[in-house]
């Protein structure tokens, strides 16, 4: 993780410069318009609508869920910020299959009930084959 913190977001891997886009597509709509999209665009590329529905559920769940205030960047911001490092992070921990140190992970984010709904969430990612991204 700590090795994504303040690289360029163009240097990063196909699937996490995805991941970290969509993130920060969703966060910024829901802090500017005050909802988040529906469905995520980019997902409906690489993943159809479910992978688009299961993204748009685990950032509900980091937001409703989260312990203490999350930030992240706007989507045209060039380097991947701490918290945005944690996400990074996670997922992948998950493309690992290492769940149990994802879910402690997250449990640093936000409750325990949000930790598991969210490292479920990116199994389900995973599994579909967005992974493929690579």
Do not use: K, N
Request: hydrophobic share 50%.
């Amino acid at each position: 993780m700590y090795d994504l913190i303040d690289r360029p977001v163009a240097d990063l891997p196909r699937f996490e410069h995805v991941v970290l886009d969509e993130t920060r597509r969703w966060v910024h709509a829901l802090t500017l318009a005050g909802a988040a999209p529906t469905v995520p665009t980019g997902f409906t590329d690489h993943g159809g609508p479910v992978v688009a529905r299961t993204f748009d559920s685990l950032m509900r769940d980091l937001d409703q869920g989260s312990t203490e205030t999350l930030v992240f960047e706007r989507p045209c911001h060039s380097t991947v910020s701490e918290t945005e490092a944690v996400m990074l992070g996670l997922w992948r921990l998950v493309r690992a299959d290492r769940i149990a140190a994802a879910r402690a992970a997250a449990a640093g984010l936000v409750d325990d009930a949000s930790a598991r709904r969210i490292v479920a969430a990116m199994v389900r990612i995973v599994g579909t084959g967005f992974v493929a991204l690579d």
